[in-house]
């Protein structure tokens, strides 16, 4: 190199270390334990948020309480077009991977589409299972194509 210090792209401030993918993974644990555990995800962002230590994100938040505000047609969509599969039989960590990208992809407009499909793909490889990245990769393709319609 010359010397000169670059410039990072404006997509590299989204990139896996960011504080928004820490902020992303901290929201799919409390996202996957309230499925799990079958309770109200704003009780337990709520609780996570009284222990102070560690501290919740402000986007981590912000992410849970857009993806139960918008529950219902986020899983309505990922019900449409998960071609063969049912929420139920979805893996509930993937589950939970494609209600945050959903959320971010569709009312989310601070950040490139994509952005969260990387980031949901990126989550996915690194928490599910071997075919859940290409899972969650063409499921979220073809919801990006039906929100540019």
Same mark, same amino acid.
């Given at each position: 190199?010359?010397?000169?210090?670059?410039?990072?792209?404006?997509?590299?401030?989204?990139?896996?270390?960011?504080?928004?993918?820490?902020?992303?993974?901290?929201?799919?644990?409390?996202? #996957?334990?309230?499925?799990?555990?079958?309770?109200?995800?704003?009780?337990?962002?709520?609780?996570?948020?009284?222990?102070?230590?560690?501290?919740?994100?402000?986007?981590?938040?912000?992410?849970?309480?857009?993806?139960?505000?918008?529950?219902?047609?986020?899983?309505?969509?990922?019900?449409? #077009?998960?071609?063969?599969?049912?929420?139920?039989?979805?893996?509930?960590?993937?589950?939970?991977?494609?209600?945050?990208?959903? #959320?971010?992809?569709?009312?989310?407009?601070?950040?490139?589409?994509?952005?969260?499909?990387?980031?949901?793909?990126?989550?996915?490889?690194?928490?599910?299972?071997?075919?859940?990245?290409?899972?969650?990769?063409?499921?979220?393709?073809?919801?990006?194509?039906?929100?540019?319609?």
């Amino acid at each position: 190199m010359n010397g000169e210090a670059t410039q990072p792209t404006s997509a590299a401030k989204w990139r896996h270390g960011s504080a928004r993918h820490k902020a992303r993974k901290r929201a799919l644990d409390i996202l #996957y334990e309230a499925d799990i555990r079958g309770c109200d995800p704003l009780q337990v962002v709520q609780l996570r948020q009284e222990r102070v230590e560690p501290p919740v994100a402000t986007y981590t938040v912000e992410l849970v309480e857009g993806v139960c505000a918008r529950r219902a047609r986020i899983d309505e969509l990922l019900s449409t #077009y998960a071609e063969g599969w049912t929420l139920a039989r979805m893996a509930a960590v993937d589950r939970n991977i494609l209600r945050i990208a959903v #959320y971010e992809l569709m009312w989310r407009n601070d950040l490139p589409d994509p952005v969260a499909i990387d980031e949901a793909v990126s989550l996915a490889r690194e928490l599910s299972t071997d075919e859940s990245p290409n899972f969650v990769n063409g499921l979220l393709g073809r919801l990006q194509l039906v929100k540019e319609l």
